[in-house]
């Protein structure tokens, strides 16, 4: 507001009413206009509908030993793994492995309470930390991982049987998807 | 540079629109009258290849708009049923892909033709800048057309991307979400790039016209990157430039034709052909071919950089190595113009051109491939047959100490004669160490052309071992794997010292050749004067 300043409504150079209101006229629609256009904005996020949709149930009754289910949360894909004993021992005893992003297997079974899962079933998000593609199970054709949990084919990221990342691009382990014991054969993620 | 108006209105009615709407006075003083340079050559013909593109995709594209539904469960059928049963659906899609490709491969040269001939000097900072910005609209606007066939590429492509957004510190994951209008990709986030789609093209086009309004102001460059002197330097507009125009664009519409007829999908990537399948990723995810160059510099990333970690510095690298293309008018210092004159930067401009093209290539081969090695993978294994082992625990008062324990107990039961020991850990504090006294200690190398088949002997080898000793001790030795990866890092350090190092500095240290008499002074200007 230089000009207020300098030349005031009567050319003597002290501010007047007019600048004040000046200001306040100038401010008054700039905060209508930021008010307006918010709305313009905000619309783009999810929807209640879409965020309506945030848990998904899931049976673990009818997978077997050794067997992982992709369940739908949210529009992506969770890896529901029940564990074979020698994939949990794996995962325990590299718990102490040169690890990029150091995590104990006990607590990447933990629920979304803080309280002890289980440790033959992982509950993970099933989108590579690196961008996003899916990992292949070890019994999946494409699979080339070392470390016997999940391959990701797009850039080579290698996880183990507990989901941690071990080699390639990825910079986090795969996320355990927040999740809740129901009753003993049924999970709620989200 | 475009002086007082020539237009004169034949009819009675031109005289009267042209005192309420001059619109033919400005068509006729822009694109008739307008004073082109006379030497400028064919590359200078891409402008107007560039215009007839954005004509075609937004005519082709409101043809599609009438029969695509942008829906996740109706999208990938109706791009089919475009293509099979709407009446010349196969035509109008085939050129509006095609036509995308068309649309960079111009932008390309065009860039690449301001690039050399110092088309973003000064007076034409702006009109370089609005041209970068119609390059960054035209990406968004390529990205988001992909989209909506909606087969695992537009799937996994959009994933990607948006991915790539969430990596931007601090307010990534918010515009990712924000973006895709919920967690994942899918029906909203559909919806609004179609919606989008839509729009920018007409953004383009009152980019377009701002483009064009500042060329007018400033005037062509030309070849020798000297301003026209006289009027005798220029001809006009039409017919000259428009018939030359007209000639180049023709054979550039052969191309375009023969890719639409003979080679439709040939730009395209075959698995875009499956319907999007949001839990199963294709093997390979790239994006097309004019997109590729800023995919490689993305990946070329695979080291974090102290507190900026790889995916973030590779986002920010890509983003910058757009943006540094806005700034170019200041970083480049030399005087000179045109390269024409400019011996040396002449010849980084054209390792940059076969740098930016290798960038594609990099970009379009899997990261990890290994293009040459220095030496030969191999691994050595020891082990003891026939000697005693004994098995004691370690325990370290705390895992911080776990390291230095367990080198002692290791140490210790060496220096009692154990031929070879071996510690698991098994805890945080927790290991069993293995110690073998006497016995024959054995060795053996091997040698393998690539990591999968050493590990594959190494199985073999231990199998075959089996029982007969304790433990086996394996030693792996890497040679120094030259891959695309490593590859594209010294090509993306190229691209930046091209604009951040080499244009500002050889500006200000190299010696630019004489510009010819014949060109320096006006030839025909001399006898007639100047105007």
Redesign the interface.
């Known amino acids: 507001m230089a000009e207020a300043t300098s030349s005031g409504a009567h050319g003597t150079g002290e501010t007047t009413r007019r600048d004040f209101i000046f200001i306040a006229a100038g401010a008054a629609g700039a905060v209508g206009a930021a008010a307006t256009i918010w709305p313009f904005v905000d619309q783009m996020n999810p929807a209640a509908d879409t965020r309506a949709m945030s848990t998904t149930e899931v049976s673990l009754a009818a997978i077997a030993v050794g067997q992982q289910i992709k369940a739908i949360w949210q529009g992506k894909p969770v890896f529901v793994r029940h564990r074979t004993p020698a994939e949990i021992a794996q995962a325990q005893r590299d718990d102490y492995a040169q690890l990029k992003d150091p995590q104990l297997d006990e607590d990447r079974t933990k629920q979304s309470n803080g309280s002890a899962g289980k440790a033959e079933w992982l509950i993970l998000q099933a989108n590579c930390t690196h961008l996003g593609c899916v990992p292949l199970p070890p019994d999946n054709p494409g699979f080339r991982g070392h470390f016997g949990g999940w391959f990701c084919p797009c850039h080579g990221s290698d996880y183990d049987t507990s989901g941690r990342i071990r080699q390639g691009p990825a910079p986090k382990n795969l996320y355990v998807a927040p999740y809740l014991y129901l009753n003993d054969t049924s999970i709620r993620i989200g | 540079m475009s002086g007082p108006s020539t237009y004169e209105p034949k009819s009675g009615f031109t005289r009267w629109l042209d005192r309420r709407l001059p619109i033919l006075r400005l068509s006729h003083d822009s694109f008739v009258a307008f004073p082109t340079p006379r030497n400028i050559n064919y590359w200078w013909t891409f402008g107007a290849m560039l215009s007839l593109c954005l004509v075609v995709q937004i005519v082709s594209g409101i043809v599609l708009a009438m029969h695509y539904q942008p829906n996740i469960h109706d999208a990938f059928a109706s791009v089919q049923r475009i293509q099979r049963d709407v009446p010349y659906g196969w035509l109008i899609q085939g050129i509006h892909a095609v036509g995308a490709s068309m649309f960079f491969l111009a932008a390309y040269v065009h860039m690449f033709r301001g690039l050399y001939y110092g088309s973003y000097k000064a007076p034409r900072e702006v009109l370089w800048i609005l041209g970068c910005l119609i390059y960054a609209l035209m990406i968004a606007t390529g990205f988001l057309g992909y989209t909506l066939p909606w087969g695992q590429m537009s799937f ?1 492509g959009a ?2 991307i ?3 957004l969430g990596a931007i510190p601090f307010v990534g994951e918010s515009i990712q ?3 895709r ?6 029906q ?1 986030t559909l919806n ?1 790039f179609f919606s989008l789609h839509y729009l920018l093209p007409f953004v383009i086009a009152g980019v377009v016209v701002l483009h064009v309004w500042a060329l007018h102001e400033v005037g062509q460059n030309n070849p020798t990157g000297v301003e026209p002197k006289t009027k005798d330097d220029t001809v006009p507009f039409t017919p000259y430039a428009t018939i030359k125009d007209l000639f180049a664009t023709s054979l550039f519409m052969l191309l375009f034709a023969v890719f639409v007829f003979f080679m439709p999908r040939a730009l395209g990537d075959p698995a875009n052909f499956i319907p999007a399948n ?8 790239f994006p097309e071919w004019y997109l590729l160059p800023f995919y490689a510099i993305l ?1 070329a990333f ?1 080291f974090n950089i102290g507190p900026i ?3 973030t510095a590779g986002v920010l690298a890509m983003f910058a190595s757009i943006g540094v293309l806005f700034i170019l008018p200041w970083l480049d210092t030399s005087r000179v113009r045109s390269m024409r004159y400019r011996p040396a930067a002449k010849q980084f401009f054209f390792i940059f051109v076969v740098v930016a093209i290798l960038l594609g290539w990099c970009g379009h081969q ?3 491939t290994t293009l040459a090695k220095g030496g030969q993978f191999s691994a050595t294994l020891n082990w003891v047959t026939g000697g005693q082992s004994a098995t004691s625990q370690i325990v370290a008062p705390s895992a911080p100490e ?1 390291q230095a324990t367990s080198d002692a107990a290791e140490a210790q039961a060496r220096a009692q004669g154990a031929a070879m020991t071996s510690v ?5 504090v927790r290991a069993t160490l293995i110690a073998v006294t006497g016995g024959t200690r054995q060795t053996h190398t091997f040698t393998a052309d690539n990591a ?1 088949d050493l ?1 594959a002997q190494i199985t073999a080898a231990k199998a075959h071992i089996g029982g007969s000793a304790p433990f086996v001790q394996v030693i792996r030795n890497t040679p120094f794997l030259f891959t695309v990866t490593r590859f594209a890092q010294l090509l993306t350090f190229y691209y930046f010292l091209f604009f951040l190092v080499i244009l500002p500095i050889l500006g200000l240290r190299e010696t630019p050749n004489r510009v010819p008499d014949t060109i320096a002074k006006p030839v025909l200007g001399e006898t007639q004067g100047a105007s």
Do not use: H, M
């Open positions: 996994w994933t990607v948006t991915n790539i979400v924000w973006i209008g919920g967690g994942a990709i899918d909203p609004r949001p839990v199963q990723t294709p093997n390979e995810i990946r695979d970690d790889s995916r899997n990261p990890g776990f698991t850990r098994e805890g945080s999968d590990e």
